[in-house]
Antibody
């Protein structure tokens, strides 16, 4: 059974760096075709894709975040870490990590973690 | 970026109604073999749930009243007979090219 769980700070101040950890089980992030994605959702708004880490170490970021994102893997602990620099109140929302395999959509999501950025 | 536009934004319906949601992409999200389009359902306070892959492939465990169709730039999600658990917000998402993009969501409300 695949599970993912997000963790990190709930409250930050503007200009700080947000670091979120996705701890997963039931799969290996280095298995061919596996992708771990990060998505966020501002309060009352739509889903917004942030970044992915592919099984072969390829990374992709949403260009709208202006190079503020970094995604890395810690295979020894089954974790994927997302960092977002220079946060702003507009970065407030719920952050999700999710699993995707091959041609499928994101089939398993974490419960989400809520982040509030104050000015 | 491929823009995804859903319509309507809000839909009021009754239990038992047939409901159709449309998703339009600004560029084709279909390849030679696959349609890179997924549908998700989200209820308040919960993560999205994948309903449909590849535009029309129902995820295991998803009730058969849900169906998806379309290719290229036009896709639909249909609920054949709306049930109480189906009142939720639905999102389409393309994953053909980066950045992956979602529609703005369609909220299905009780009439």
């Amino acid at each position: 059974q695949i599970t993912l769980k997000e963790s990190g700070p709930t409250l930050l101040k503007a200009t700080q760096t947000l670091t979120l950890t996705c701890t997963f089980s039931g799969f290996s992030s280095t298995t061919s075709g596996v992708v771990v994605a990060w998505i966020r959702q501002p309060p009352g708004k739509a889903l917004d894709w942030l970044a992915v880490l592919e099984w072969n170490d390829d990374v992709r970021y949403n260009p709208s975040l202006n190079n503020r994102l970094t995604i890395t893997r810690d295979p020894s602990s089954n974790q994927v870490v997302l960092s977002l620099t220079n946060v702003d109140p507009m970065d407030t929302g719920t952050y999700y990590c999710a699993h995707r395999l091959l041609w499928r959509g994101m089939d398993v999501w974490g419960q989400g973690t809520t982040v509030t950025v104050s000015s | 970026d491929i823009q995804m536009t859903q319509s309507p934004s809000t839909l009021s319906a009754s239990v038992g109604d047939r409901v159709t949601i449309t998703c339009r992409a600004s560029d084709s999200v279909s390849g030679r073999t696959y349609n890179w389009l997924a549908w998700y359902q989200q209820t308040p306070g919960k993560p999205p749930k994948l309903l449909i892959n590849q535009a029309s492939s129902l995820e295991t465990g998803v009730p058969s009243r849900f169906s998806g169709s379309g290719s290229g730039t036009e896709f639909t999600l249909t609920i054949s007979s709306l049930q109480p658990d189906d009142f939720a917000t639905y999102y389409c998402q393309q994953y053909k090219t980066y950045p992956w993009t979602f529609g703005q969501g369609t909220k299905v409300e009780i009439k």
